[in-house]
């Protein structure tokens, strides 16, 4: 065995000559790594060996790049030197995959000759997910083995495709049994020196792409199937043209010429950045300072749920999802039936739960009107109407009900969780579970850190979260805790700029611009202008009443601040506008015009300046993890990074001078941050803030 570096062996077997890579944990292509690729091959090219496999140790092939290294100076042999030393060997050169071969891997593994994978492998080019396209010669390699379409769909959607579809596409050349890839890889690269297999170079086979030449329509049409996944993103357009180059270029060289300045482009461009950014952030915000990793954790094997309405039924899902019984209760029969049955339609109407699968889920959800029932549960959850004297009515009676040691949570999306916890005689075991509506579809799960909530109460949650595919942020206890909190500055600007001249749809227009994918107004409309509206108590005193009055209570009613067709498409009312404009007689105010830049200020600085009073206030722990709530919960587009990447971005000084110009003619509601004011006078920004 030859140790050609720290990360890389060269062994022989017989005469097949194996480059071993041992880079945890995921072998990324690190400055390392490409140098114990590059000596590995360049020593087995110039050996007596007939054949050369590349194999991984661990739990994968090469995962892709080494993203810490991006923006920095490029150190050792670039990934196109290694690429360059493995597709010009003088002998066949087998890639063998286990795990997952995405991005860079795959880009490597594409320059062997030939690609061997067990059943359970995937592969992929998920660069677009950075911001980012593949940057060596991916978009260039791909079309001409799985052709212009496939690859069109790979590198915008940045998928994995499993072993199998992928055998079928062309990128695996064999499948090889599961636990047997060395033995495996072996063979192929021995019957591929008995049979004399010619050493294909996937750069050279162009027939795939021959037969897209002339047809633009291929690109136009994806384009437009596509245009509202990929609105206001660049990478998968950038993407496109990449494919675009390759079919359309007169050699190979002239196409990666092309893929090679789109990808600087997008690297050193503020999308990537921010998406970039936003990947180590939500990876970040599952380490909670005071919360050791190796905290020991309290065993959910079953859940208990109060109340089946639309909040308690999402929830349930989650848990059954991962084979998790729940039980639920409620008070009346009617709701308990109604609730279990709109958790089947769900499953009935989902596109990938089987029936067998629904059938499978369902078995595992009781429904009760007998509260005792949710004394043998690990973790009961309330999902009622938010009022503290229910929730706290509720806590108190779970407090005698639940068993030592089960966790009890509240949905709350901004009720004090101290005040209900201390209903019971274990606040240690009150914590917040802020699920985010459809709660079977959102990813955020808030959650809410009493001030006497365990520390292994806290490490449960956050792993449970996980389990069932939610991307779990720690807050502390503030009323609407991080998201709700923020939201609420942007809904107050959004009202007061309508009572100045603006109009619902410009306020909408600006944000949906932004990225977001729609604006509050929209929303609104969206959600039913009568959420929380009581027809017995409305006098007609704000827009929203006078609207709900009307029965225009939103999309579900054919109007509310818009005026919407028979396929729900919304279109300005000169109802609203009228009634707007009556309220803003009413008031004596002389509307103006207002800017789409006051707009998007208004809307989004005083954001940013409460998620700055947020983390001065110690209710989130870094900055990042208030951008993961916004991310997540909210559509705030990833590729701005989330409101305080934003204002890094935009520049802590310029958001406070804002701040300062429209707290000296609007008021106090724009008073900035002792911490805004702090990171300016020390030149900082909120990225500098640590945990």
Known sequence: MT????????TRDGDIAVITLNSPPVNALSAKVREGLHEGFKSANASD???IVLICDGRTFIAGADITEFGGAMAGPSLQDVQDMMEGSPKPVIAAIHGTALGGGLEVALCAHYRVAVPSARVGLPEVNLGLLPGAGGTQRLPRIVGVEAALDMVTSGRHVPAKQALAMGLVDELVEEGKLFEGALAFARKAVADGKPLVKVRDNNAKLEAAKGHPEIFADFRKANARKFRGFLAPEYNIRCIEAAVNSATFEEGLKAERKLFTELMMGAQSAAQRYYFFAERQANKIPDVPDDTPLRPIKRVGILGAGTMGGGIAMNFLNVGIPVTIVEVQEAALERGLSTIRKNYERSRTAKAEETEARMALLSGSLDFDKLGDCDLIIEAVFERMDIKKDIFARLDKVAKPGAILASNTSYLDIDEIASVTSRPQDVIGLHFFSPANVMKLL???????TAKDVIATSMKLAKQIGKIAVLAGVCPGFIGNRMLSQRQREAQKLVMEGAMPWDVDRVLYDFGFPMGPFAMSDLAGLDIGWVKENSKGETIRDVLCEMDRRGQKTGAGYYDYDENRNAVPSPVTEKIINDF????????????????????????????????????AIRPSDIDVVWVNGYGWPVYRGGPMHYGDLVGPD???????EFQATMGEAFKPSALLEKLVADGKKFSDIKA
Do not use: F
């Open 3 to 10: 140790e050609i570096n720290s990360v890389t062996t060269l």
């Open 584 to 619: 803003i007689v009413k008031s004596g105010a002389n509307p103006r015009k207002i800017s789409d830049e006051e707009i998007l200020e208004r809307c989004v600085y005083p954001m940013i300046n409460e998620g700055a009073k947020i983390l001065e206030e110690g209710k």
């Open 654 to 660: 310029k958001v406070l001078a804002k701040m300062q």
């Open 49 to 51: 060996a007939k054949a």
């Open 446 to 452: 808030e959650v809410i850190r009493g001030e006497k």
